[in-house]
């Protein structure tokens, strides 16, 4: 498997490539349809250079979905050995549901042997019954102008403080398909979501959230 290491601020040493190619062994071994792994590592100050990390982004790409995985840490080594477990768990979480997909497949599907449609509570109306609908025999309801059908369902929760990282793992905890937070770097109001082949996004506000006393009061 090829491999790509890119340093933004920061020098990318021979003992990091090393341990590098050591840790592409180990993904291969698991993600064997695996061609290529993108390394990138960025240094980054906060809050007027006192508080310094290094940014770890793994991108594995071959055939198949795009899987990604980011760690941070005061020291790109662990931030390395972080971001390959989370690389490593993703592609096998990935493997296991394409066999539970084979194995269970959701939603509606033609059976082969019978020429039934399942999965779908459906049944298809007689050719009586609709006859009746149409000539009156059956009444139909009269809906009221302003019906809707569209069920908006309003749930308040208190905001809580965490990172990128932090917010993913707590989403994947609960077994969401998103997560609302606010970003402990930024103070913005945030949501991550799962993508396609375990990827991820986030979505930020530019307004700042409240500070932290104020919305406990």
């Known amino acids: ?42 240094h980054r100050s906060y809050r007027g250079g006192h508080v310094e990390d290094e940014t770890v982004e793994l991108t594995l790409i071959g055939r198949g979905p795009l899987v990604r995985a980011e760690a941070r840490d005061a020291d790109k080594f662990v931030a390395l050995d972080l971001a390959v477990d989370k690389l490593i768990e993703q592609v096998r979480r990935a493997k296991e549901r394409r066999v539970d997909g084979r194995n269970h497949p959701r939603g509606a599907h033609l059976e082969k042997s019978t020429g ?80 396609k082949g375990w990827d991820y996004g986030v979505i930020s506000l530019t307004t700042q959230a409240a500070p932290v006393e104020e919305l406990v009061g």
Do not use: C
């Open 116 to 195: 039934e449609l399942a999965g779908i509570d459906v049944h298809p109306v007689s050719v009586d019954t609709l006859h009746a609908v149409s000539t009156g025999a059956i009444p139909t309801l009269e809906l009221e102008e302003d019906y809707s059908p569209v069920v908006i369902r309003t749930k308040n929760f208190d905001a809580e403080w965490m990172t990128v990282e932090e917010a993913v793992d707590r989403m994947e905890l609960v077994g969401h398909d998103f997560f609302l937070f606010v970003d402990a770097r930024s103070d913005h109001p945030s949501v991550v979501y799962r993508r």
């Open 1 to 42: 498997m090829e491999t790509n290491i890119v340093g933004v601020g920061v020098g990318i040493s021979d003992r990091f490539r090393g341990v590098v190619e050591e840790k592409t062994a180990r993904i291969e071994t698991i993600a064997t349809r695996a061609q290529r792994l993108e390394v990138k590592v960025t």
